[in-house]
C-alpha cells in the first residue's frame, strides 16, 4: 500500500512547527535588550531577507522532487563533494537545534524550579532526556507523527492564547521611547546592537529550510513548497510581530530581566494562572521539537548512507524496527557534546550552519538561472538575478555578526568533513544513479 502524500494544509502546518521553535517563547528578552521598541522593526527586516533566501529555496524546490533540501540543490548544481559537505553541516545543523531546545527546556523548568540551578540535576535531566529519546527511536516512528502533532497544537494555542489575551493588558506608555538607547550613542554602536538583534531573529526563522527535506512524501511538491514557504514566512512574521508588541506593551523596559518573557507578561496581565498556562505551553512546544529533531536529525546521515553512499554503509546500519540505530547513537553523543553549551551559543551555531546552506543554495539558483538546467515548474523567482543577489549581499552581513568562537566551530566541522571524505570509497552506482538522475531532470 502506498504511503499517503501529504497536502498543502499538512505542509503549511509543519512548516509552522518547523519555524517557531524555542526562541519564540525565550528570546524576546535578548532582542528587546539591543533594540527596545524596535524589536518589531527588526523583526521585521529580518524576515524580509531571510524571505529572499526562502524565494530561492521556493524557486530551487520546484525544480527538483527528490527529498533533501539544501544538499540536494547543492550536488546537483555544484558535485558532489559539495553536496556531501552540506549534507554534513545540515546534520550538525540538526545536532545544534536539538541541543538548543533541550537546553531551552531546562531554562524554562529553571526558571520557576530552582533545583535546576544544580549542575548535577541540570545536566543529568538533560543527559537523560537525549537517552530517552534515543531509547524510543530504536523502536521506530509510531510516537513521532503524535508528539509533533501535540507539540504543533500546543505551540500555536499558546502563541494566538497569549496575543488575544495579552491585548487587553498593554500600556500606551510601554511603548516610548521608539528610538532604541543604542542609537543615541552614535552609529557604530547603534549597528552593533542592530547586528546582534538581528543574528537572533533571523535564528527564529531559519526552519523554513527544513521544509523542501521530505519532498517525497509531499502531493505536487513543485507547486506545494513554494506556495508553503511563501505562506509560512507571512504567517510567522506577523505571528512574532504581535507577540513583541503584546509583551513589551504589558511589561515595558522590564522585558530584559525575564529569561521567560511571554510567560511573564501574562502573568503580570492576569495573574499567576496565565504565567502557567504559557509556561505548560512552552514545554510541550519544546519537548516536542526536541522529541521530533532526535528522530529527523538520525534519519537525514542515514539517508545519506544508505541512499546515497555519501557516508560508510555501518552509519546507515537499521535494527528490526528500522530505525538507524547508529545514526541515533551519533547523534546522542554529538548532541550530549552540545548541551554544555549556553543557548545563545547554539542559536549563533545553528546561523551559521544555515549560512552555510544558503550560500551554495543561493549560488544554484544564480547557475540554473544561466544554464536553464532543470527547468521551473509551478513557481518561477521574479526579478531575474536580484532576489538571488541581494540574498547573497545579506548573507555575507551575516558573518560579520558570528564571534571566533562560532566561526572556528563551523571550519572545524567543515575540515573533519573534508577529511572524512577523502577515506570513504566512492560508489560507481550512486554516481550513476546521479547522471542517471540530471539526465532525466534536464530532458523533463
Not at 521544509?211 to 517525497?216: G, V
Request: proline share 4%; charged share 10%.
Amino acid at each position: 500500500m502506498t504511503p499517503k502524500k501529504l497536502s498543502f494544509i499538512s505542509i503549511y502546518f509543519l512548516g509552522i512547527n518547523g519555524v517557531i521553535g524555542s526562541g519564540a517563547f525565550l528570546l524576546p528578552q535578548t532582542i528587546y535588550k539591543d533594540m527596545n521598541l524596535m524589536s518589531v522593526f527588526v523583526t521585521i527586516c529580518a524576515a524580509i531577507t531571510v524571505s529572499m533566501v526562502a524565494l530561492c529555496y521556493a524557486d530551487l524546490s520546484s525544480r527538483f522532487t527528490g527529498s533533501g533540501a539544501a544538499w540536494l540543490y547543492s550536488y546537483n548544481a555544484f558535485g558532489r563533494f559539495t553536496g556531501y559537505e552540506l549534507g554534513l553541516f545540515t546534520w550538525f545543523l540538526g545536532c545544534c537545534t536539538y541541543a538548543a531546545e533541550i537546553v531551552a527546556l531546562l531554562t524554562t523548568l529553571k526558571s520557576f524550579w530552582s533545583v535546576y540551578n544544580n549542575n548535577w540535576v541540570y545536566f543529568g535531566t538533560a543527559l537523560g532526556l537525549i537517552l530517552l529519546f534515543s531509547i524510543i527511536n530504536f523502536f521506530g516512528r509510531s510516537l513521532v507523527k503524535f508528539v509533533d502533532n501535540l507539540s504543533s497544537a500546543a505551540k500555536m494555542g499558546t502563541i494566538i492564547l497569549f496575543i488575544i489575551i495579552g491585548a487587553f493588558f498593554m500600556h500606551k506608555a510601554n511603548f516610548s521611547p521608539v528610538i532604541p538607547k543604542a542609537a543615541m550613542t552614535g552609529v557604530g554602536p547603534y549597528f552593533k546592537h542592530f547586528g546582534a538583534a538581528f543574528s537572533v531573529v533571523f535564528y527564529m526563522f531559519t526552519g523554513f529550510s527544513f521544509i523542501p527535506i521530505a519532498a517525497k512524501q509531499m502531493q505536487n511538491p513543485e507547486k506545494n513548497i513554494p506556495k508553503v514557504l511563501i505562506s509560512v514566512m507571512i504567517s510567522v512574521t506577523i505571528m512574532y510581530s504581535l507577540m513583541l508588541l503584546v509583551a513589551i506593551g504589558i511589561l515595558g523596559d522590564k522585558m530584559s530581566l525575564y529569561s521567560t518573557p511571554i510567560a511573564e507578561a501574562l502573568r503580570k496581565g492576569v495573574g499567576e494562572w496565565g504565567y502557567i498556562l504559557i509556561i505548560i505551553g512552552m514545554l510541550m512546544s519544546i519537548f516536542g521539537v526536541a522529541f521530533t529533531c532526535s528522530f529527523n536529525t538520525p534519519s537525514l546521515i542515514s539517508s545519506l548512507s544508505n541512499e546515497h553512499a555519501m557516508l560508510p554503509k555501518w552509519i546507515g546500519k537499521k535494527n528490526k524496527y528500522d530505525a538507524p540505530w547508529v545514526s541515533i547513537i551519533l547523534t546522542a553523543i554529538v548532541t550530549a557534546v552540545l548541551i554544555t553549551q549556553s543557548y545563545l551559543f547554539l542559536v549563533s551555531c545553528i546561523v551559521l550552519a544555515s549560512f552555510v546552506q544558503y550560500v551554495p543554495s543561493i549560488l544554484a539558483v544564480i547557475k540554473f538561472k544561466h544554464t536553464n538546467e532543470f527547468p521551473n515548474h509551478g513557481f518561477k523567482l521574479p526579478g531575474g538575478y536580484t532576489i538571488p543577489i541581494l540574498a547573497l549581499i545579506i548573507s555575507a552581513y551575516m558573518v560579520t555578526n558570528f564571534t571566533w568562537k562560532t566561526i572556528l566551530v563551523g571550519a572545524v566541522v567543515a575540515i573533519l568533513a573534508a577529511v572524512l571524505y577523502f577515506f570513504i570509497k566512492k560508489d560507481v552506482n550512486e554516481e550513476k544513479r546521479r547522471q542517471d538522475y540530471l539526465s532525466k531532470m534536464r530532458q523533463k
